[in-house]
């Protein structure tokens, strides 16, 4: 009978042990990683979606920036130009991808190197206070970026913002007042002025109302309206906003865009369900097992000891 010490471990395969423990574990929590982000992208995505599908088509549920007709984007020429509703989307997707990356990846840094002191050296033994430390860096790295990203934004159609700023009344609005002084075609004021109503925060429906159903007879009675340069897309979004219907032609014309993008915004909705109850599960199963090897790894490491 070959003797018991033939059978036991030598200490340096017990170490390669670990520290192939440790790695299959450092693994599975990169991979919870991301899956939690991944989880938490779906979510965001699952609110914001609709207004993605929708500017993809050239069509935004509620009015979110001013069009000016082409009869009269000249007497505004000094404003300068403004971005469709597509590419504002793509910027704040951009920003979105940005400081999740962002607050991400630097968290993790920030953590590593404040490990380097050694006042956080040692309360970052603890798992709990490492991810709270984390949570910490990955909050003020996103806080930081939105800061910079509002400031930016603050930037850009100044001009324009300024245009439609009003307190209470609209009358009090720049806008409203250089259109008193101009010799616009009352339609032309009153695509202008609903636009500004609706822009207002909260969307000014008392002012924006009688301003849509003057479009509306324009519409019916008036034979120079499609002169006018309005945009069917934000006909289309006005009425909807406001009466949760199409109610005229020019507006009917874009009814297709809209149609398809409810169905793909529909079709998106679900797959995002999916991918969020997917990504939940797979999390809450790698944590589990990266905890159940840390656990092991640390009985092992006790018992050498």
Known sequence: MPPLDDYALNPQQLQNGLQILKKRQRNLMLL???????LIASVIGLFVQQEFVYSFFGLTTQVQQLHLPSSIAGDFASLGHQSDYFINLLSWFGWLFLKLFAAFVGAFIAVHLLRKIRFFYVRFQSFVLKF??????????WGA????????????????QQLV??????????????????????????YLLAQTALLHH????????????A??????????????????????????QLFQKTMTPMAQSVSKQAAQAELLNSALRWVLMFVI??????????YALARQIKNRTVRIEQRIQ
Do not use: C
């Open 32 to 38: 919870t990683a991301a899956s939690a982000a991944a």
């Open 132 to 141: 709270v430390g984390w949570l910490i860096a990955f909050m003020l790295i």
């Open 145 to 160: 970026l939105t800061y910079v990203q509002y400031d930016w934004n603050s930037g850009q159609n100044q001009e324009y």
């Open 165 to 190: 700023q009003y307190d209470k009344n609209i009358q009090d609005s720049e806008i409203s007042h250089y259109l008193t002084d101009s010799d616009f075609p009352a339609p032309v004021k009153s």
């Open 202 to 213: 909260p969307a000014d429906r008392a002012a924006a109302i009688p301003q849509v159903q």
């Open 215 to 240: 479009l509306i007879q324009a519409e019916k009675n008036d034979p120079q309206f499609l002169e006018y340069g309005f945009k069917p897309e934000q006909l289309w979004t006005m009425q909807h």
């Open 277 to 286: 109850a997917l990504a939940a599960v797979l999390s809450l199963i790698l």
